[in-house]
């Protein structure tokens, strides 16, 4: 059972930067396709960024590619997801996930990270 641990969201002024993190327990994670996903109030979760098991290929939802930037780190059992230029409308909980080869997210959901961007 891999448990996933969000941190690094915060308030932030439109224009400005975060930097999430999400650590990962368990020996398989680095076996597996991980992804970002999001919930803003009102709104269902929504897949933002995802990274193959090496980190050589990443992919994006088309309202976040340019700005954001995923990553991970094996060897910290660790995936990344650096958001820059952050506007008001990013604003949600954010939460990483294993995917399924088709991309679906698998297990449980964390507690997720706040990121709320002020305009």
């Known amino acids: 059972q891999v448990q996933l641990v969000e941190s690094g969201g915060g308030l932030v002024q439109a224009g400005g930067s975060l930097r999430l993190s999400c650590a990962a327990s368990g020996r398989t994670f680095s076996s597996y396709r991980m992804g970002w996903f999001r919930q803003a109030p009102g709104k269902e979760r929504e897949f933002v960024a995802g990274i193959s098991w090496s980190g050589g290929s990443t992919y994006y939802a088309r309202s976040v590619k340019g700005r954001f930037t995923i990553s991970r780190d094996n060897a910290k059992n660790t995936v990344y997801l650096q958001m820059n230029s952050l506007k008001p409308d990013d604003t949600a909980v954010y939460y990483c996930?294993?995917?399924?080869?088709?991309?679906?997210?698998?297990?449980?959901w964390g507690q997720g990270t706040q990121v709320t961007v002020s305009s």
């Open positions: 996930a294993r995917l399924s080869p088709e991309g679906s997210p698998l297990g449980s």
